[in-house]
């Protein structure tokens, strides 16, 4: 069973919008494409996937994961409960990644 890719909000979805706006076309696809497997599958294994100790609160929201697509770095939470991936911040890695 699918889950629902979504945003937690109108101000994160358009953050995330600018975002990848400014990231060149085949990072774009990329990332895309990395955000429809998420839908069939939130966890998935191997070294590009991986649970953050402790989270990273952004506004009352708390990134439990990151997906790393090349230089760019996916954060977002699981529910399992209503079953859908809440997408919270799309950076490019760098030191102030995680803060």
Not at 44 to 70: C, D, H, N, V
């Amino acid at each position: 069973m699918s889950y629902h890719v979504v945003f937690p909000s109108k101000r994160v979805e358009r953050s995330f919008e600018k975002s990848l706006a400014k990231i060149s076309a085949d990072y774009q696809a990329a990332i895309a494409a990395a955000i429809r497997s998420l839908a069939n599958n939130p966890r998935p294994e191997g070294k590009r996937t991986k649970r953050l100790t402790g989270g990273i609160i952004m506004s009352q929201f708390i990134a439990q994961y990151r997906l790393r697509i090349g230089p760019y770095r996916l954060l977002y939470d699981i529910d399992d409960q209503k079953r859908i991936v809440v997408l919270l911040k799309l950076t490019k890695r760098e030191e102030h990644t995680y803060t």
